[in-house]
């Protein structure tokens, strides 16, 4: 069973710009959360997806925001990016919503985005 | 609030000693914990929880880790290090919100030939 993949695996971007993230869960997972990975900060929940809603967000800027489709494909946005957005985008999908917490979580190898 | 603690950003060991990763935690409600280990270039991978009950929690990859309530602590333990071990490390305690980890910042193993 395929897991859990993200797109693009690596991204440059110019300050001020938009980008997008994709994530596809694994195969009849409909709950999709991310996460932001970064040396200084280490890793941050973004927020989470369930069914094509928003259950949960973390603490970000509305400049981060996301959405999830009807096939459970999720993708995250991020507008006018900033040289401190530069991290390790991860995605995880699972069963249920809560996850990590009340179900395991399955992470993608993440987009590495770069702001210069 | 929760907080976790991870003492050492590198932690060296020879190839067939002992791996011992350490992490304290608070936190103000009954802990569950975590422990996640990446791979280079990968995304993370669950190595064991605890939650309740038994507090020496057995894992993958021949991974263990004891809950010490006393102590605050939940140190992961291998008795023997391979070289496919070297990787990062996080530990993880439930947040005040049910949904959310909060995270360590990362031990990164490494496995001396």
């Known amino acids: 069973k395929a897991g859990v993949t993200q797109t693009p695996r690596y991204l440059i971007k110019t300050r001020g710009q938009q980008v997008t993230l994709s994530c596809s869960p694994i195969?009849?997972?409909?709950?999709v959360s991310w996460y932001q990975q970064t040396p200084g900060q280490g890793l941050q929940f973004l927020f989470e997806y369930f069914s094509e809603t928003q259950r949960n967000k973390g603490n970000f800027p509305g400049r981060f925001s996301g959405r999830q489709f009807s096939n459970s494909r999720s993708e995250m946005n991020v507008s006018t990016l900033e040289l401190g957005d530069s991290a390790l985008y991860l995605c995880a999908s699972s069963s249920m919503p809560g996850a990590p917490v009340n179900t395991e979580a399955f992470f993608g190898q993440g987009t590495r985005l770069t702001v210069v | 609030a929760q907080s976790v603690t991870q003492l050492g950003s590198h932690v060296s060991v020879s190839e067939g000693a002992l791996v011992l990763l350490r992490c304290n935690y608070s936190s103000s409600v009954p802990p569950y914990l975590f422990w996640y280990v990446q791979y280079p270039n990968q995304g993370l991978q669950l190595l064991l929880k605890y939650t309740t009950g038994a507090t020496l929690v057995k894992g993958i990859n021949g991974f263990e880790a004891e809950f010490k309530k006393s102590e605050t602590s939940f140190h992961l333990t291998k008795p023997s290090a391979h070289m496919s071990d070297a990787a990062e490390y996080f530990c993880?305690?439930?947040?005040?919100?049910?949904?959310?980890?909060?995270w360590g910042a990362g031990t990164k193993l490494i496995i001396k030939p």
């Open positions: 195969s009849g997972h409909r709950s």
């Open positions: 993880a305690v439930r947040g005040d919100s049910n949904y959310q980890l909060i």
